[in-house]
């Protein structure tokens, strides 16, 4: 490394009673990691003198880093030693060493105390605990809200936003459909694919088709839908409201009159509910085409074979089961994604935070209720 | 004859079809507090960003500290940019950090100096700028308007710069609050005797504290100079600025 030639020094000098300290070079920010060594060393070995002097009459170019350094140390010197004088002060010097010599104000004691980890911990507890209950509250107090929004609705059917609506069914449902035939397709072939192996050991590559005509319309299908619609539209609303609430947009509609339940919460709701069960009825036919596919090219079963069998096997109920659940998946979907839009807070950093939360609690709490549905209608043998 | 800290020649800039300055010439000296006047939407802001390198002119030279803006090579930037402090018109302070970690910022990134020194160096930077102490565990959500001014203040001034650059300081600030911080400025000038550029169009400020100014108008620089030279020019925006209604209250006084 070249040697700084502006680097801050100090220079010792011992006479006999009389500790001085020369400093000289740029004493700021990028000049000052020799300079701080140095005052460890000294202080490491605090000299036993009647009188320590810190001549600093060659220092150029002092800054408030340098500054603030120099009288740190002067303060540290003067706990060990009876007389710490600064000497060769220009007047400016003087007059900015004052400034900070006011605000670093050494009387009080700058060591803060730390409570034991135990009591720390137990205060994080607790802490998540009434958040944790506040948060539930307030997921409630949403929920009221959207719902006095709804029958609002319905006692003034006119005041419902049409177009809204519209315009909410055409970007999370038209817009979405590419994709979703996309992984429908995939989930069709992937399933085929694999129990076409397994069956044709058995012989019994016919059922192929109740395979697929099943476990895709009265499952996949939902599911794979409402995963995508949830990563797609899930984040979109609860990133779209986090922004308009961080702009004040939504406070500005609340002064106008205009309840953001009403104009923003349920036009995306309704609109979701709308679309969902359509999505999952052109995932139903892209699934079952995927499964076709793979029938004919590993099976050789022909197109018109496969379709003859699915009619005959599959019951109406299944795909009725598989597009009730739609809604459903919907209305959790946009719950969850304008809930969490409603509780950014003012900084940037909590969009990205609660766009991640709400995708997460969406896709959980979809496949948690596709449980619930498995269960409830299993037992009562539908 | 003081130094001169910038000097923009034959500015030319463009969006679209939308010409912003046709030929805009200017130059400020050091310790000077320099005013950058002019209506709405008549490229003041723009300018200043043509200064910190955040947008290129079309055409021009730019000279900021001795170093031809438009012409420097990334390392060059980088030393540059440690020079100059900017405060932005909203405060820009980082929302995800606390008031001290966005003062700290720079110096932890760029310095190699302890942590305690830097938190001393923090400290010292707040009670400067006028914020209450406990001030620093703060995030800039749960700021007043006039704190979140003080505090970006604080982080323009955490490298010691040699050029400060304000977009509108006192804008949101009431009356009392845009005195108290014009008078700020000022002390801090005194004490560490930094050179500011100031976008600006709050009368009172530009009678205050304001060294050396320039009025845009036309797309050019219609005036520069102290405030008795700029009154004394007789072109329309200066009559419009300086003798309306609230401009002539000042001028009587």
Redesign the interface.
Known sequence: MIDDPNKAKIVVHTEHECFRLICSGDW???H??EV?KQFKVIHKNPPSVQSIDIDITSVENI???GA??LL?NIHKLEENSDQVSLSGTSD?QH??LE??RQ??DYQEDRTQKKSSSLSQDLENLGKKTISYLKNSGDFFAFLGETYSAFFYYLLHPSSIRFRAIIKNIEEAGVRALPIVALTSFLIGVVIAYQSAVQLEKFGASIFIVDMIGISVTRELSPLITAIVVAGRSGSSYTAQLGVMKITEEIDAMRTMGFNPFRFLVLPRMIALMIAMPLMIFFADLIGIFGGMFVAKLQLNMSYSEFVSRLQSVLEIKHVWVGLIKGPFFAWLIAAVGCYRGFQV?????SIGRYTTISVVNAIFLVIACDAVFSVVLTELGI | MKNTVVTMRNIVTRFGVNVVHKDVNLTIYEGDIYGLLGGSGSGKSTLLREMIMLLRPESGSIQVLDNDVLALNPRQVDDLRKKWGVLFQSGALYSSLTVAENIAITLKEYTELPVDLVNDIVMTKIKMVGLPEHAARLFPAELSGGMIKRASLARALAMDPQILFLDEPTSGLDPVGAEAFDKLIMSLRELLGFTVVMVTHDLDSIWTIVDRLCVLGDKKVVAEGSLKEVMECDHPTIEHFFKGSRGALRSRA
């Open positions: 700021n920010l990028n000052l990691t701080i800054d408030s880093s603030i350094l740190n400016e007059k900015m400034m900070f605000q670093l807070s003012y900084n940037t950093e």
